[in-house]
């Protein structure tokens, strides 16, 4: 049994075809691992936030130092690195629209992405910190632009 977390970046709903991908992956693995549990966390219907000042000083706070406003900002932050800590299966069905992931993944990235919390820096490079035993990563071009120059 495992426990496995779909993270959702298409705005597209029941159309997007990076959603169906995902979904019928999740399917296999919950075949592969009986009694699995999905999670489903939508960055789309989240709204998640764009890093803004607010944030990066909150990241760079100590906890014990932040303020109320602090411990807003890095709310979404910690709730994402909780999800991806609780998590044995990752799976993210990212849909790329013009050359590039959706914006709301990208923001996910950035506060996932923290030094000393989910990496760290040493002599051999940057090492992650956290043990998710799988990843996956599903990837769909939206559609394809042709620019006449």
Known sequence: ??????IISSPRGEASLSIKLANAIIEKVKAEYPGSTVKESNLVAKHFPHLEEAHLTSFF????NRTPAN??????????IREIRDADIIVIGAPLYNFSIHSSLKAWIDHIVRAGITFKYDKDGPEGLLNVKRFILLYHQAAFIQMAL
Request: aromatic fraction near 0%; charge should be neutral.
């Open 1 to 6: 049994m495992k426990k496995i977390l779909h």
């Open 61 to 64: 706070t100590p906890a014990e």
């Open 71 to 80: 411990i807003a900002a890095v709310r979404h932050s910690d709730e994402a």
